[in-house]
Structures are given as C-alpha cells and as structure tokens.
C-alpha cells in the first residue's frame, strides 16, 4: 500500500529537529533507517502528520570511546556496529547480536537507535542493552536528560521518550576482554527472534565474577535475568554450574518458560568459552 | 519536495510527494522496471538496488531520503551491451525460473562479492538472507554466486575467459589411434 500523506522536514541540528518535534505537534514522529517506520507506514497502521528526517543528523552517527565506557550514536547503522573495532573489543555482545538482526539489506539502512526507541519486544538489541546496563541519552526542548536501559523500556512499543524527544547517543560501559553469546531461536525466513537469550561473561581465575544475562521476547519488554546472574558468581565455568544457574531464566510463560532455560544454558556455555 | 537523485549514472531533478516509496519512482517515474515490488513488509528482496553502493530495499525508503544520493538498479549493471560478469553467471547456471526474485538476488550478490570474494556455501546462503526465491530451491543460485566469484577473480575478465587457439591446438588427442 501507499503511504498516507504526511510533511517531511529534514533538519541538520539536533535542536532544529526537536524544535521541528515540538512545533509539529504529538503526530509528528522522527524517522531514521526507516526500517520499521515505512512497513508501519505502508501497512497504514500509523499515519503521521509529519515526518523528522534525522538521516542528516552526522552528530548522532558513530561509536565514540568515552573512558570507562563508549558512546553510541543513535544513528549508527547495523552495519556499521557490526564493524566498529570499539564495539568489537569493548562491547563484542552488541555486536554478535547485531549480526542476527534482519539481513544485510536492512543492516545497512536500521539503526542502533532506532531499534531501541521502536521497542518491538522482539528487536534483539532491547536485552543486551538492558543487561549491560546502559544509559539512554536523550534530546529533548529543555536540553538533554539520561535514562538508564531499566526504565526506558515501559511496555510494547513504548519508552521513556516524549513525543518531542530524540534519542541521541547511548553510553555502554565496557566490557573489555568478556566472554560473549546471542543464543537465537527463530524461523528460518523470518530474523525475528521468538526468544532468545544475551549473555556476558567475566571469567578470572578459573571462577565467574561477573554476568549479564538478558531475554528477549519473553514478555512486554526485554527482562534481565538477575537470579541466573547472581547463581553464577564466584562459581566455576563448569556445565554443572551454568545448568544450575539457568534453571532459574523464566519468562512466566509454560514454553518461553522452557525456552529461556534451554538457550540460557547454550549461552551461557558458548559466552564462557570466549 | 524537490529531489535531486544520481541514477544508474544519470541526474534527475523532479518534484516528488514525502510519501513516494524510491521504488515507485525509480518505476513510475523514471520507467526503470527492472527493479520490482514483491512485498509489502520488506522481507522479499525483489526490490534490492545499491544507494551510494550499498544494498538496500527499495521499498523500505522512501524517494526524499535519496534526495542528493547515487542509486543503481539492475538496469545500470550493463557496460557496452555487455552482461555484468554476476548477470553472466546467473544466465549460465539456470539461477532463475521465473526471474521475478533475479534483479534483487543479482544486486545483493554483488554486495556480498564485494565484501566476500570467494565465499563459500554458507556465506553466500547467509549474504542471500534477505532474498526469497519461490521457484528454484537455491541450490542454482548459490552456485551463479560462487561462478561469479570466480569471474571476478582479479586476472579474471573476458581476455582470460577466452580459450586462445595456441591453446587449443596444443591440446593432445586423449584416446585410442
Ligand atoms: C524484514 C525485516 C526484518 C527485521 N528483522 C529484525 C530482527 O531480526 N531483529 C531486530 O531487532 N530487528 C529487525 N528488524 C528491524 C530493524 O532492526 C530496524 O532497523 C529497527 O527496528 C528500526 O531502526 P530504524 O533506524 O530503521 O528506525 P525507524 O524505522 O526509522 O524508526 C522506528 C521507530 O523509532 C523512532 N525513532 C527512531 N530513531 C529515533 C531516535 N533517535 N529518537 C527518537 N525516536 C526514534 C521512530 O519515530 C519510529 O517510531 C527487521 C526489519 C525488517 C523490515
Ligand atoms: S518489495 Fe519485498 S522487500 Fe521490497
Ligand atoms: S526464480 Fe521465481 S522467484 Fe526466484
């Protein structure tokens, strides 16, 4: 189908795009790659009255080295993420995780931003995000404001974000030298995960001091796995110790349920040995 | 909107609606139906064409987001009436029934070659992901990707693919008296 009608702004500054945000109205929504804007527009099952292209926003692409942590910016392609020496070395979760988003085509167009702001309970990156506990930096009229992962994801489809805010860069600490695994179970011609899990983990001496376990698709939103995390530290890197621990993934959900426990398992295993 | 767009190496300058999908203009507007529409949810892949030479689903953009890009459609393949070297290799290993999936399947490829110059089976079912083919099974088109690899070998090109008669006449008879 056709789009409905809608104005298209292009602005070159993240204030012009908020101020562009504010004086639109609540139907005016930002779009980025566009790879789950227009199927919604060409579906029709969202009609904006206007449309803030932040596709020229060069501040908000790239992944910057910030210390004890990096920056991503929130215009970022897949594609891009899943090259970043930075990402590689100090946050290799995100980018194994990338790897299984869509396919090419649309890595080359999605972003990093965009999938966290659409919130899909299926989008991939909402649990690694999560589970390393990162923070969203956000744009918005009265200047700038932080939100970390565990609030900013609300329910389906829904974040923190107001209607005139953009989501401009978020702050992932680093992970350097972690053992890392997206463990992913989906159809065959559809990348959408039906669940999966993220997992990473800091191996010192023979014992685990450290975990992020994160789900996805198990629920309204992406869940961390806490009680998996806490059942592994100061353990072994042993199948005894990563079979016990992920006994306690749930989803509350009879198969997800079952599902969570199997791929934590797989994860966990696959993280510990790199 | 007024738009600006490079296509298959020609400037355009026209007025478009913010909601034309850069598929419809590249066909209805510019007459280049080479590229199709297979899907509405972008999963297909039949509508593949490079922007500033990356793959992306046509039907996934809309024309002002080309706005002061360069696009290349399957139309834009050929040099000097001849097949690019991936079309070749598709015609030659029966990678098409119908051909409604080629035109997305050959632009994709191209991008996987540029980045994985002799792939093997599964990185080239892996770079293929996004692409459905309702006709062939695959098995034909993995194979066109892997030849194609092969014809744009560096050294490879058409002076190479020729057999030249020195060669050919040098050749031993294999056989009886
Ligand atoms: C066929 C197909 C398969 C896919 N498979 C997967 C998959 O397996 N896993 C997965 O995780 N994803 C998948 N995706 C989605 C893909 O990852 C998208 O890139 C992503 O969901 C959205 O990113 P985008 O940049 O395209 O955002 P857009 O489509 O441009 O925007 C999405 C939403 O976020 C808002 N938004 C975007 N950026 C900002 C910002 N900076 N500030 C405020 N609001 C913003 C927009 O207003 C819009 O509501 C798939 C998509 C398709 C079409
Ligand atoms: S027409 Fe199916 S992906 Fe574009
Ligand atoms: S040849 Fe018919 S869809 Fe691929």
Same mark, same amino acid.
């Given at each position: ?31 980025? +790659? ?21 596709? +020229? ?37 995100? =980018? ?10 649309? =890595?080359?167009?999605?972003?990093? #931003? ?28 009265? @200047? ?5 992962? &565990? ?11 107001? &209607? ?66 806490? &059942?592994?530290? #100061? ?16 989803? @509350? ?11 934590? @398992? ?9 | ?27 209805? =507007? ?11 949810? #972008?999963?297909? +892949? ?132």
């Amino acid at each position: 189908m056709i789009p409905a009608e809608f104005k298209y702004l292009f602005p070159s500054t993240v204030d012009e795009a908020v101020r562009m945000l504010a004086e639109e109205g609540e139907d005016a929504k930002v779009i980025a +790659g566009g790879q789950s804007l227009v199927p919604v527009l060409r579906m029709r099952l969202a009609a904006p009255t206007a449309l803030i292209d932040i596709g +020229g926003l060069t501040e908000l692409t790239g992944v910057r080295d910030d210390g004890d942590s990096l920056l991503i910016g929130a215009m970022t392609t897949h594609y891009e993420v899943q090259r970043d020496h930075l990402v590689q070395d100090h946050a290799l979760l995100l =980018r194994l995780v990338t790897d299984t988003i869509a396919d090419p085509q649309i =890595r080359h167009r999605g972003t990093f #931003g965009g999938s966290l702001c659409h919130a899909d309970p299926a989008g991939d990156l909402l649990a690694p995000v999560l589970a390393l506990d990162a923070v969203m930096i956000i744009a918005g009229p009265s @200047g700038r404001r932080e939100v970390p992962a &565990a609030e900013f994801f609300v329910d389906y489809f829904t974040t923190a974000l107001a &209607a005139d805010e953009i989501l401009v860069d978020v702050r992932v600490p680093k992970y350097t030298g972690w053992g890392a695994h997206y463990e992913k179970l989906n159809r065959v011609a559809q990348a959408w995960s039906i669940v999966a899990v993220a997992a990473a983990v800091q191996v010192r001496d023979g014992t685990i001091s450290a975990a992020r376990v994160g789900l996805t698709n198990v629920g309204s939103g992406p869940v961390r796995a806490t009680g998996v995390e806490e &059942a592994l530290i #100061g353990q072994p890197p042993s199948s005894e110790a990563i079979s016990e621990a992920a006994l306690r993934a749930s989803s @509350g959900d009879g198969y997800k349920d079952n599902l969570a426990r199997v791929l934590t @398992g797989r994860a966990l295993t696959a993280a510990v040995a790199g | 909107m007024h738009i600006s767009v490079n296509v298959d190496g020609v400037t355009y300058a026209d007025e478009v609606e913010p909601r034309l999908l850069l598929v419809h203009y590249l066909r209805e =507007r510019l007459s280049k139906t080479g590229t199709v529409v297979g899907c509405d949810t #972008g999963n297909c +892949g039949a509508c593949t064409v490079h922007l500033d030479g990356h793959s992306v689903k046509s039907c996934q953009m809309l024309a002002v987001q080309a706005n002061g890009h360069e696009v290349t459609t399957i139309e834009g393949l050929a040099r000097d009436g001849k097949l690019h070297p991936v079309q070749e290799a598709f015609r030659s290993n029966h990678a098409l029934q119908c051909g409604f999936c080629t035109p997305g399947m050959i632009m994709q490829a191209i991008d996987l070659l540029a980045d994985e110059s002799d792939p093997d089976d599964e990185t080239v079912r892996k770079g293929l992901e996004g692409n459905l083919c309702r006709c062939t099974g695959y098995q034909n088109i993995v194979r066109a990707v892997q030849d194609a690899a092969q014809r744009m070998k560096p050294g490879a090109g058409p002076k190479q693919e020729q057999h030249s008669d020195e060669h050919v006449s040098s050749k031993q008879p294999v056989g009886g008296e």
